[in-house]
């Protein structure tokens, strides 16, 4: 349980709830809980997905290194009003090349998460954009995501935004 | 709250105080009680095979009747209802004939015991709603292994019932099993563990602000265990405008609040706690049940039964004259005289002998009475809490005290009163099949709840229902 829940952000709050702007070394420490809660969020729709022990340091050096490499984008969102500066949600994305395919650079967005207050109000769709302009910047043509198969919230949430599945990826445990 | 039958016939009002050891030896005394009753039970159930059977309800003066009440007659019957399918609340027994539907997923603490061994509790329930509502209960366990099997069941049953009364599902299955079974079919669904033991809960509440000075609106309220019953509460309570800021859930994990680890978790397994996370607790707070309590006016538990779950010291943080309410049985989250020494202004508790009884007994028969009199469509909030508050209505006409928030069993004649309050809220909400005056409807209800009573009476005076064996001593060991 974190130390101090947030207080719900006032109910009369107009637009997005958030400000979206890139990652800082300063952030990972804020960054890697959200993190977590959403890979343990993905446990939750399938059992290949469990979420290791050791997933905490891992995620702290993942992000780390993504800071640092040009072909990644780590944004951030923080809250409105009195949780200015609270770190309440993430986007965690790479570029890819595609060796056969045109275009031939895939913007992947990994990870995207939002604290549950901070959602339905615009905060999601601020983040997927603010991270859709900063791949293009770096030369991505097509901008992709991965999640979970069975997490039909997030299939209705980039459907609604243009996404369509193009490839999937099938499991089987050894 | 677990379920219980109608008090013993002279509940104590008085506080009880006992010492330790004798709190200990009345603990033995009534595990020994129940011990005894659940031998009695078994061997009842043998001698009687079954606690309900269908009686015929129309004269038979010979089996030229037969021709009447079957073929060719009853041709007519059948090609009138398949012209205007509405008089199948007219010319069969459907508008008085509830399906107490179950899975035995969750069948009253005994867990996950199935649909034959739900049986005895869904005849039982059966007898309750027949002998206090006059509602003719038909027990349907059914085996189904998902939430969709169960749906499709109950869904393909409705046309024989003028209700669904689900009961002893697990949670959270049991909430979307509600909310789409209500959708699907155009008869009233309750769910007893959730509904009944929430207008229950309401209704006392709605008095012991009352006797307390104060209003839902104004209340800080805690509800302790977010099972079917507090999560029902915690809607109602919600409608009736109870700031969601003010409103505190507590679990075994803790407060429940927007950012607690298992908030996604909650997302995707159980919607309606998870959208109560981020609507209540606006104070933000976290920890466990001694944070929550920090100057609340009202703790409500409906918890796994726990003794000294709530303690003094939980009672002594909360706002002057708290009221207290533990629901769990047999054994409350806090003994009434405990909380009453540390400071609570009201206790109620889930049993018949201490004061303030909050028992679904209270409601389902009255509510099913007045949905069936009035043939409502549905069963939506406004008549949940039409019911809660005549129920709390009843308990002021006879003299609300810190000691009488609710109507006992005894106090029946609040019932029909009850019964007409749910039907006119039906007619209101424009769900009635039949529109009568408020008097009507009472009149209706106070003759269709008194006559089973009769009639059981009348069956054991002809010796048509066979005198109560006497009890053969439990065998002891040599």
Redesign the interface.
Known sequence: ????????PSADASGPPVHVRPARESDVGAIVPLLL??K??NE??DPLLKVRDDAEPHAAEIVRAQLADPKAVVLVAEGSGTDREKVVGFVRASLRERPFYTPQLEGVIVDIYL???YRRRGGGEYLLREVTGALKAKGAGVVTAEFPAQNE?AVRFYAKRGFRPVTSIHARPL | MAESAPASPTPSRLPRRRSRSAEAEADRLREGQTEELGRRAVELSRFYAGKIETVPKVPVRSLHDFSLWYTPGVAEVSRAIHRAPELSFELTGRWNTVAIVTDGSRVLGLGDIGPRAALPVMEGKALLFKFLGGVDAIPVPIAVNSPDAFLATAEAIAPAFGGINLEDIASPKCFGILEELAKRVEIPVWHDDQLGTAAATVAGLLNALEVTGRTVREARTVLLGAGAANLATARLLLALGHEP?RLTLVDQ???L?????D???L???HPWK?RL???T???????GLAQAVEGADVVIAASTPVPGTLRPEHVHAMAPHPIVFALANPEPEIWPDVARAAGAAVVATGRSDFANQVNNSLVFPAVFRGVLDARSKGMPDEIVLAAAHELAGGARRKGLTAQHILPTMQESDVFPHVAAAVADAAVRLGLARVRLTHDEFLDRARQRMARPARLVRALARSHLTQPMPRSRPARRPA
């Open positions: 349980m974190s130390p101090t829940a947030s207080p719900p809660r959403l343990r969020l939750e729709f604290l549950p207050l919230i | 800021g994990h803790g407060v609040h927007a950012e607690r680890d908030v996604d978790e997302s995707v397994r998870y996370a981020l609507r607790n606006g104070g933000g707070r976290s920890g």
